[in-house]
Nanobody
C-alpha cells in the first residue's frame, strides 16, 4: 500500500539544475521525517538531505550544502529536492525515503529508513 515514486531525474551539464519529486501515498506523509539518498555505481547509498514532518528541521550532507534544497508539500503528499550548480560527482540514482522518528546519531543514515522509493537517475556531465 505504501508507495514512494520519484521523478524529475535526467541528464544535465555541470552547473545545471534539476528538481526531483517524490509522490507519496499509503501512509501519513505529514507525520513523518523524509529524506533523499543517492547511490553511485559501486558505492554505498548515502544520505543527501532530510526534512522533518512539518519542515521545522532540515539537514544536508556537506557535499551538497548550499547547492541542494529539500522541501515538502504535505497537502499534496510530495517531497522535493531542488538541485542547483550540479557537479559530475552528483551523478547517482536518487532515492526518496521515509524515516523513523527515533533519535539517532544521524538523520542521513540508512539505519532509520523504513521505506524506499524506486529511484530516479541523475547524470551530470562535465
Amino acid at each position: 500500500q505504501l508507495r514512494l515514486v520519484e521523478s524529475g531525474g535526467g541528464s544535465v551539464q555541470a552547473g545545471g539544475s534539476l528538481r526531483l519529486s517524490c509522490a507519496a501515498s499509503g501512509f501519513a506523509f505529514g507525520s513523518d521525517y523524509m529524506a533523499w539518498f543517492r547511490q553511485a555505481p559501486g558505492k554505498e547509498r548515502e544520505g543527501v538531505a532530510f526534512i522533518s514532518s512539518q519542515s521545522a528541521y532540515k539537514g544536508y550532507a556537506d557535499s551538497v550544502k548550499g547547492r541542494f534544497t529539500i522541501s515538502r508539500d504535505n497537502a499534496k503528499n510530495t517531497l522535493f529536492l531542488q538541485m542547483n550548480n550540479l557537479e559530475p560527482e552528483d551523478t547517482a540514482m536518487y532515492y526518496c525515503a521515509r524515516e523513523s522518528g527515533i533519535q539517532y546519531t544521524s538523520r542521513l543514515s540508512r539505519q532509520i529508513v523504513n521505506a524506499w522509493g524506486q529511484g530516479t537517475q541523475v547524470t551530470v556531465s562535465s
